[in-house]
């Protein structure tokens, strides 16, 4: 068990001496110069590390240091982010001739990186920007803008774009798709000066193995790698006099947002999102927590049919990375997954046929705009089977990132916003068991609450299923529901290496369960691939946001999806039931065999190993 931060061994002491700047410091075995600068608040610049996924590659340069070995009259230029400490190491950072080689080492980086940092999507919050002004940069002697215009631009996905002229090499994308994600979808290509970051099997972003989850964007230092904007398409459709736009906002994007205006992690900020958004010129403002609500009655209905017929296990279907990953990775299973769409692509096909008979609108003239903390998202609502008549549900996606920008365009500051309310008659009221959907753990929770009314005609005594709330990868529990049915066998996974190792022990046998919760991105939707970004940081807020997302839970005065009022309108006065025909017409869906096989042949494995390790 180690530290997250410093990765150093629980127990163990510092024990090394060593100085930085002439001062007497202690550090722990094996610890690195730049893991004991920061606890003795010595900053060190770096671009390539990244602590929190423990990636110290070295490959950027921008952290050298001076150092002096004991007993040694000179002294060397080292990484400080993998060299180790040693007993009596003297360690300089700010001489004239480290702050030389640093500088030497940002104006090496940003030779073949594209210079218009204007239209770039992280201006202002970019760490390569960061670093310049650090090492002082005023001009740059080695940039090659012919080397720049080769380089690659991949735009094929719907959801996201890799830029290499933006690229700085770094790998930490490499490194969270293969060891963490498990994907292993993105490789480094070429040499020299030809390094760069490509696809496996040299294919392009869309038709890679790729599943969008977008936690490479999270981690990208530079604006490399980004979500596909579409704020102008959005502000098509509000200024269109024509049209009728339908904004839902994802359970997630409450708590996940108010640190883009200065407000603490984790705070609640629906009623500002709401006023922001009419504020914009939305004209009906929707909460996809009701989605969430629906997906409950559905994929209850689902599972409790599953059970009678003693299928299992029954997996969750809402998160559209995880769908990917198993149409791509584990088509054997797709007979597994539930087939109710997510809350976002019910929302979607409500809005376009039960509210405008409600309303009286005209549905080919409505526009649904959802926010969500995805980058799969953006891809879920181009798929062909989440259409009607070729009108798709949701019109289009804006991540976290690309509605904060959007309001800063707008003018819009959300510190400055007099909170608002939902005011939808049909399709704005949300339980607290929507709610908790946004983070891992939270669709088992749901769904437990409701199948069990169904089961037992009396709701749960303790609502709070505290045994299904940890944050370990993988999660189980036995669940007693009662009535025919029992106890059930339950799982929940979130993030992708884990979830890769669940569906191994399913392929193998070895897993036991009735019903599985899956969740793409570690931490759930709360840090999904969209949300917003933190310098140097992977995933800092999760444990924040969550808490609030099981407040608001707590705080509200319905905390059961059966028992949202407008839900039950819908079924009495369009659906019928949950999984009548009209429903699964509306509400479910179908995946598609897209198997990749990974095998490498020789000549990709013999490049990898020249990339990654030393040749003598």
């Known amino acids: 068990m180690c530290n997250v931060e410093t990765l150093i061994p629980v127990g163990a002491e510092a024990t090394i001496g060593f100085k930085i700047n002439g001062k007497a410091l202690t550090a722990y075995p094996n610890e690195t110069i730049l893991s004991a600068a920061r606890r003795h608040d ?18 950027c340069r921008v952290c050298l240091v001076e150092i002096q070995m004991q007993g040694q009259a000179s002294t060397h230029m080292v990484t400080a982010c993998n060299t180790p400490v040693k007993e009596g190491l003297a360690v300089e950072t700010r001489t004239k001739k480290v702050r030389d080689m640093q500088k030497l080492q940002v104006e090496l980086l940003m030779a073949d990186h594209l210079q218009d940092c204007a239209t770039c999507i992280r201006h202002g919050s970019c760490e390569l920007q960061d670093v310049a002004q650090f090492v002082g940069l005023k001009e740059n002697r ?7 215009a080769t380089r690659e631009i991949d735009r094929s996905s719907p959801a996201m774009v890799r830029d290499m002229t933006k690229c700085i090499r770094c790998q930490r994308c490499v490194t969270v798709c293969r060891n963490y994600q498990e994907v292993d979808a993105l490789v480094v290509t070429g040499t020299g000066l030809d ?19 977008g936690q490479c964007v999270l981690v990208c230092p530079t604006g490399a790698l980004a979500e596909k904007d579409e704020t102008d398409r959005v502000l098509d459709y509000i200024y269109d006099p024509e049209i009728t736009t339908v904004l839902q906002f994802a359970p997630a994007i409450r708590v996940g947002f108010g640190e883009e205006f200065g407000m603490a992690p984790g705070t609640n900020v629906e009623g500002q999102i709401i006023a922001a958004s009419r504020k914009l010129g939305i004209d009906i ?5 009701f989605g969430a609500d629906v997906v409950i009655m559905e994929e209850g209905t689902e599972l409790l049919h599953r059970l009678g017929e003693r299928k299992r296990p029954t997996i969750t279907s809402c998160c559209p990375a995880w769908i990917n990953f198993a149409e791509v990775h584990y088509p054997e299973l797709l007979p597994l997954l539930s087939s109710t769409r ?10 376009k046929s039960y509210l405008p008979v409600k309303m009286g609108l ?104 505290t045994q299904l709330r940890g944050f370990e990868g993988v999660r189980s529990a036995t669940v007693d529901l009662g009535g025919n049915i029992g106890e059930v066998k339950i799982a929940m996974a979130h993030g992708l290496g884990e979830t890769r190792a669940l569906m191994e022990a399913i392929k193998a046998g070895e897993a036991d369960f009735d019903f599985i919760e899956i969740m793409a991105c570690p931490g759930g939707c709360v840090d999904g691939g969209g949300t917003l970004r933190s310098k140097k940081q992977y995933l800092p807020y999760a444990l924040k946001r969550r808490e609030t997302m099981f407040n608001i839970d707590r705080k509200a005065k319905v905390r059961q999806s059966h028992n949202n009022e407008q839900v039950k309108a819908l079924y009495r006065d369009f659906l019928g039931s949950p999984n009548s025909e009209k429903a699964h017409h509306l509400l479910h869906t179908f995946y598609n065999d897209r ?4 095998e490498l042949t020789v000549k990709e494995i013999w490049g990898e190993i020249k990339m990654s390790t030393m040749i003598y």
């Not at 403002?285 to 927590?289: E, K, Y």
């Not at 959907?437 to 609502?463: H, P, Q, S, W």
Request: a negative charge; aromatic letters at 6%; one cysteine or more.
């Open 285 to 289: 403002v929707l909460d996809t927590n």
């Open 42 to 59: 010595f900053y060190i610049p770096t671009l390539c590390e990244l602590a929190d996924i423990d990636h110290t590659p070295g490959t």
């Open 362 to 465: 005209d549905p080919k003239k409505i526009r649904v705009i959802s926010i969500m903390p995805c980058t799969a998202k953006k891809d879920e609502i181009v798929r062909p089977q989440l259409a009607d008549d070729d009108m798709p549900n949701v019109d289009v996606v804006l991540t976290t990132r690309e509605f904060a920008r959007l309001l800063k365009r707008e003018g819009l500051d959300l510190n400055t916003i007099e909170p608002s309310t939902f005011d939808n008659p049909y399709m704005s009221e949300y339980t607290g068991a929507g709610v908790i959907f946004g983070t891992t753990g939270g669709v088992m929770e749901a769904a437990l609450r409701t199948v069990y009314k169904v089961v037992n005609g009396k709701e749960l005594d303790k609502i709070e299923l």
């Open 142 to 148: 080695f940039f090659d803008p012919i080397r720049v």
């Open 342 to 351: 997510s809350p976002q692509a019910v929302v979607g096909a409500i809005a």
């Open 595 to 598: 198997k990749a096989e990974l």
């Open 195 to 213: 390094t760069a970051i490509g696809l496996r099997h040299g294919k392009n972003q869309k038709d890679s193995t790729c599943v969008t989850c």
